[in-house]
């Protein structure tokens, strides 16, 4: 069983920054692929970002220019940099590792703009 905690979420003004970070308990040298998704009250889950094993990076476009998401394969970890936070990027942001057939997910952490 993959352990996945996330850090970093919180309150922030609009035009705001902050960094999501998310660990894995398994090397994510090999995996295929890394995301950021997000849910807002009474919304569907969505994509944010995503970053593949080659590091293709691909994201929302209400996200792109604000958003950048990157890796550290020595601390199997995957961030996510925001940028110019809106009130409508509140939201509970959740992470994913999918290695083939395994697929983890992180417990959420919700980031709040207030305006």
């Known amino acids: 069983q993959v352990q996945v905690v996330e850090y970093g979420g919180g309150l922030v003004q609009a035009g705001g920054s902050l960094r999501l970070s998310c660990a894995a308990s398994r090397s994510i040298f090999s995996i295929n692929s890394m995301g950021w998704y997000r849910q807002a009250p009474g919304k569907q889950r969505e994509l944010v970002a995503t970053i593949t094993t080659g590091g293709s990076t691909n994201y929302a476009d209400s996200m792109k220019g604000r958003f950048t998401i990157f890796r550290d394969n020595a601390k199997n970890t995957v961030y996510l940099q925001m940028n110019s936070l809106k009130p409508e990027d509140t939201a509970v942001y959740y992470c994913?590792?999918?290695?083939?057939?395994?697929?983890?997910w992180g417990q959420g952490t919700l980031v709040t703009v207030s305006s």
């Open positions: 994913n590792f999918t290695w083939g057939a395994l697929d983890a």
